[in-house]
């Protein structure tokens, strides 16, 4: 409903004007109307009843409003959570597969509690509901820590943009507990699974590529997201685009994976494991590992835990461990040493030996 100043009387402080009638239920209705910057601002500041509100702290809070314009806060009265995101995801790199599982992440976890709330009404207490919620629905804490990933940057943003002042999840954490798989023998299990994937799938270059792409040390969306473009057959090495540090990376190309790729027929153009029916990427292969497990016999084996055992056998190696931060992708070594920098092609190098060493200085085909 349009604010009619004719509805209101001035009172003794300059821009605050109080209704003239009073609502049965809220009482008197304070509105700030002010000219500032050579634009009209109007705004309810509260009711006298509803928000025991007196002129004179009604004229203290109607300072505050005046202060946060001249600031060049943004009202954000009107301003949902759906908004705010609409606003966020519209600045954010559609390419990276990152953003797209933000919006996912919203729209199964934060959408339905929060969406339609507006943001200046959104409280610390809010976003704890959610996880309480996620929690007695069994969700795990990787699962609510995701939902603070995307809600730290989205009020980042809100702050940053001056929609609000103050960003209501700057005191909420969500301890996850250490899901670190201990590897034990790691060099001989290096050996069973990489004979394994090359057994199991001897007749399906596709799949020996993609699994044996594990023991590159690449996490399974990079893989997934590898394209033809990006591998260079002549110098043997292959560019990570997407990876979760933001930043090209490139590796040196391992001879057993070469082969492999050789022999999968496509067109070369696009996705390297792009699905053989749809031609899209590939989202699940969860029936590929379980055939795999269940052929080796080892129920702990996944494309995360092939980086487990690719570094616990280097390790065994006497590998440094900052080479193996790179050999991981990792963008800061922090715990190894941060004031050391990372060098992912010449440390894929490095690792590649000690794999020949590993297998004993066979051809790896």
């Known amino acids: 409903m349009a604010i009619n ?10 821009n605050l004007y109080k209704s003239i009638k009073a609502h049965e239920k809220h009482g008197f209705k304070y509105l700030l109307w002010a000219k500032i910057d050579n634009k009209l601002h109007k705004k309810i500041i509260g009711y006298s009843k509803k928000d025991n509100l007196t002129d004179r702290s009604a004229n203290l809070k109607a300072d505050v409003e005046k202060t946060n314009i001249e600031a060049g806060y943004t009202s954000s009265s009107n301003i949902t959570l759906d908004k705010l995101f ?5 600045t954010l790199d559609t390419s990276k597969q990152w953003t797209h599982k933000k919006k996912y992440i ?50 980042r943003f809100a702050v940053t943009n001056k929609y609000l002042r103050d960003n209501p999840t700057l005191a909420i954490t969500v301890k996850v ?3 670190k798989k201990i590897v034990t023998n790691a060099t001989e299990l290096f ?10 799938y001897h007749d399906n270059p596709y799949y020996r590529a993609l699994f044996l792409f594990g023991f ?23 560019w990570i685009e997407d990876t979760k540090t933001d930043a090209k990376q490139k590796y040196q190309l391992p001879p057993y ?10 067109d070369r153009k696009g996705l390297v494991f792009k699905s053989p029916i749809t031609g899209k990427k590939i989202i699940n292969i969860d029936r590929q590992m379980r055939q795999l497990k ?13 980086r487990n055992i690719l570094v616990s056998a280097l390790a065994e190696q006497q590998v440094e461990a900052i080479t193996l931060s790179g050999i991981l992708g990792h963008k800061d070594p922090n715990t190894i040493n941060k004031y050391l920098s990372i060098n992912h092609y010449k440390s894929s190098q490095i690792g590649l030996n000690r794999v020949d060493d590993i297998l004993d200085g066979e051809v790896i085909e």
Not at 5 to 14: C, E, I, M, R
Not at 257 to 262: F, K, M
């Open 5 to 14: 100043l004719q509805d209101f009387k001035a009172t003794k402080y300059p």
């Open 86 to 90: 609409d606003f966020y995801f519209e």
């Open 106 to 155: 919203y729209e199964h976890y934060i959408q339905s509690y929060l969406g339609k709330k507006k943001i200046e009404k959104i409280r610390e207490m809010d976003i704890q509901n959610i996880l309480n919620k996620m929690a007695t629905k069994g969700l795990s804490p990787r699962t609510r820590k995701s939902v603070m990933e995307v809600m730290n940057p989205l009020f």
């Open 177 to 179: 507990p250490s899901q």
């Open 191 to 200: 050996k069973k699974v990489y004979a394994g994937i090359n057994a199991y």
């Open 216 to 238: 590159t040390g690449r996490r399974k969306g990079e893989i997934l997201n590898l394209k033809w473009e990006n591998i260079d057959f002549t110098h043997n090495y292959y």
């Open 257 to 266: 994976l070469i082969e492999p790729l050789h022999a999968i027929k496509d």
């Open 294 to 306: 269940k052929f080796l016999e080892l129920e702990t084996l996944s494309m995360h835990y092939m």
